[in-house]
């Protein structure tokens, strides 16, 4: 259950205009790769000290730690099956594609009023992700 409300609160994070949308977007496919991969180790950087914090640094403890790890798993999946796309030039999982990138982008362009950069997006959703356990989590 946890790992499914991950993967589905990673399509209704995603509505909310965060700057990603041009990080990739220009240069050679190698470049665009060197890029994603950055991105990518970055993510998993940051999803590890928010881990290691939730799990070893706070005052907090889960009763059911496996199902916190699932939810944070199916969270960031669908990026990664997003990467697995753009590394196959699009070979791989491409309906995936299509559902990510009507949520992430074609939601954006309809609100172009509200495009932000990503300097300005990624607080905005860090700040959301804050409200959002500080509310749910106990």
């Known amino acids: 259950v946890a790992f499914v409300l991950g993967f589905i609160s990673h399509f209704a994070v995603d509505l909310i205009p965060h700057g990603d949308q041009n990080l990739i977007s220009e240069g050679t496919h190698k470049q665009k790769m060197a890029k994603l991969l950055t991105i990518v180790a970055l993510d998993l950087f940051i999803l590890a000290c928010v881990g290691a914090f939730w799990f070893f640094g706070g005052s907090r403890t889960f009763t059911y ?24 030039n699009g070979r791989y999982l491409a309906r995936f594609k299509h559902l990510h990138d009507q949520f992430h982008v074609h939601t954006h362009a309809h609100l172009k009023k509200f495009v932000v950069p990503f300097s300005i997006g990624l607080p905005i959703q860090i700040i959301f992700w804050y409200i959002i356990q500080r509310f749910v989590g106990t």
């Open 65 to 88: 730690p496996l199902s916190v790890l699932a939810g944070m798993f199916g969270a960031i999946l669908p990026d990664g099956l997003q990467g697995i796309t753009e590394f196959s």
